[in-house]
């Protein structure tokens, strides 16, 4: 496979400066990778080259993550509808008119808002514990839930344990993993975004918001049941917050759903970029997204 390199580029949004990495052929299918809480484009870091030689990657940072610049909570409501917004009008930047969508954890219901406005522009959709689904969720989602029906301070405090470098690295990174397979370099650079100037309260106000994304389930799951995007879902089977059923889940919608379980935790990448960028190439090629099919 041929050494492509990565570009690291940024896009003005309104009043949001967008960080994105880059590679690949400027006339190949578009892949939009959309990140999750409480990292960024970093966690493609692996996948990105193993894609690149076929496809133009492109992986943002959401607006309150990693490198992207974008104003204070006073002056910007930090809300999925608003994070959409900025990457929808992201992609109407660079002219793609046609992508492939991974979504992975906040990126799903960030991807599938995308896909609900602009139905013709999604290829296929790639979910790597990405959910839209109820039976997705474990039972650790307490503390937010409990928010999400009251957002009393007080319960707002509660979920700060979530932004925790130890609940970080232990929870969201090591569980369900081979401890020894995933490098600090992810966790510790997650927890040093949050240790910026309101970087707790943004995804404060983002896990309350997260109320919003369950609201739209039945919207996210009607839209899969008109349109049937080819559909690939990726899943660490031992993530702790959200479970396999959530996988299985697409396929009561999109019966032609390829599921595919990795014996890993949440951040599956970490432990098997290999295995998922297989499955990535062989999905696109069995549904014709090829080096000759351009974005356009």
Request: aromatic content about 14%.
């Amino acid at each position: 496979m041929k050494k492509m390199n990565i570009n690291y580029r940024t896009q003005k949004v309104g009043n949001v400066e967008v960080f994105y990495r880059e590679a690949g052929p400027k006339d190949a299918p578009v892949i939009l990778l959309l990140h999750g809480f409480p990292t960024s484009s970093h966690m493609f870091r692996d996948l990105i080259p193993k894609l690149a030689d076929r496809y133009h990657v492109i992986a943002p940072d959401l607006p309150g993550f990693g490198n992207t610049v974008a104003p204070l909570r006073g002056e910007f409501d930090y809300t999925f509808d608003n994070l959409a917004k900025v990457i929808e009008e992201f992609t109407e930047a660079l002219a793609f008119d046609r992508y492939v969508l991974y979504v992975f954890d906040y990126g799903a219901p960030i991807g599938y808002r995308l896909a609900m406005a602009h139905p013709e522009r999604v290829k296929a959709i790639i979910s790597q514990n990405g959910n839209a689904y109820m039976e997705g969720f474990s039972d650790a989602w307490g503390s937010w839930e409990t928010y999400w029906h009251l957002p009393t301070p007080a319960n707002r405090e509660a979920c700060r344990d979530s932004l925790a470098p130890e609940t970080i690295r232990d929870f969201q990174y090591l569980h369900g993993t081979k401890a020894s397979l995933v490098s600090p370099d992810g966790y510790t650079l997650d927890t040093a975004y949050l240790s910026r100037p309101e970087a707790e309260e943004i995804q404060l106000d983002l896990i309350l918001d997260y109320r919003t994304n369950v609201e739209r389930y039945p919207a996210f799951q009607s839209y899969f049941r008109e349109y049937q995007p080819p559909f690939l879902a990726v899943w660490g089977k031992n993530d702790p917050a959200f479970i396999p059923a959530g996988a299985k889940a697409y396929q009561r919608d999109i019966p032609s759903t390829e599921v595919h379980m990795l014996d890993t935790g949440h951040f599956a990448l970490e432990t098997h970029a290999v295995e998922i960028s297989e499955l990535i190439r062989n999905f696109l090629k069995r549904i014709s997204v090829t080096d000759d099919n351009s974005q356009g």
